[in-house]
């Protein structure tokens, strides 16, 4: 008998037979709160489908890359930055991530965000943003206010 | 100014400039009462990912093909067959469906059936069952009954 094909839903947001891993190695980039499960994966398809949770209050790495992203927020709600501008996100809502867009997500303080996050299987690795471009983007109003880049006095 | 990044979900599980389309051509297969949406596809990535809704009572195409399908239930209950099993499914369930499995997704008679449905953007046409094939399924407990064909006396 092989591996039923069905993982059951399980409360919190978890599923049987899937691993709640960390987001990042830790200090590898700024980030706050968050979590990461891959739902599907390996060799069966050309994509990765991922769910990331996102704490109240926490924050996804403010970075950009080639390869785009598909996201559907499943849970909670928030924010997010995609290139020169911040959307409030809540449940079901879509969100694509063009390739070389800044991009960042953030909880509410009083919700988790939680989201789906479709992308290609052979992707190139994320960038940072240099001093110029965080000055760039800080340049933008709304902008500003809004990104994290773990430098933030905790208020 | 372009498309905003952002596609807020709808009432009714429908989103912003989300088409609605018809599932398959009518004629071209069996299925009953399911609809289509395609939330992510194009050239951005290497897979689309899209939504089906099967009504109450109603039933997708009984197929198979060399491509997987990676999906999530996103709404209601019902059930599936993947290969020679039928399982029950409902809310946030995964269900993995290898290459060349045999499979059909109905919908209880008092629920939608609504699911997320990942395939890769190159893929093969799917198969329907011949003869054979279908005295083969029906020869194992469960699926025999499970199994919609569009041959069935409405009941």
Known sequence: MTDSPIRKALPDFRWERVETLRYKAEGSAPFRDVTRQVLFGGDAMRCEWRYFEVAPGGYSTLERHEHAHAVMILRGHGACLVGDRVHTVG???LVAVPPLAWHQFRADPD?????LCLVDTERDRPQLPGPDDLAALRRIPGVADF???GDETDG
Chains 1, 2 share one sequence.
């Open 111 to 115: 919700a988790p965000l939680g989201f």
């Open 147 to 149: 990104i994290r880049t």
């Open 91 to 93: 449940e079901r809502d």
